[in-house]
């Protein structure tokens, strides 16, 4: 069962905008969706973004000045905001997060982001 759910992919142009929501959908209690990662075809799945479990940020260089990753703590919610898309990060984004009850990770099924040149 998935645990975690993300949605807002889509097909961009170059230079458009998306932005990515995750939160928890299955039957683990308290699961925090943390971070995003992406993969691209032939490629291995890289970071994104993602929030320490201190809370400070942690974003990866592609990406930064570009992304922003935000969580709303009312809903629960990571978002990943992402601004000058380029067709580079066309991948499946990910969503992580981490379950207190059994200390464990767990990914969501991916979004596909799309971008045209």
């Known amino acids: 069962q998935v645990q975690v759910v993300e949605s807002g992919g889509g097909l961009v142009q170059a230079g458009g905008s998306l932005r990515l929501s995750c939160a928890p959908s299955g039957s683990i209690r308290d699961i925090r969706p943390m971070g995003w990662y992406r993969q691209a075809p032939g490629k291995q799945r890289e970071l994104v973004a993602t929030?320490?479990?201190?809370?400070?940020?942690n974003y990866a260089d592609f990406v930064k000045g570009r992304f922003t990753i935000s969580r709303d703590n009312a809903k629960n919610t990571l978002y990943l905001q992402m601004n000058n898309l380029a067709p580079e990060d066309t991948a499946v984004y990910y969503c992580?997060?981490?379950?207190?009850?059994?200390?464990?990770?767990?990914w969501g099924q991916g979004t596909q982001v799309t971008v045209s040149s």
């Open positions: 992580k997060g981490f379950g207190s009850q059994w200390g464990a990770d767990y």
């Open positions: 929030f320490t479990r201190t809370g400070w940020t």
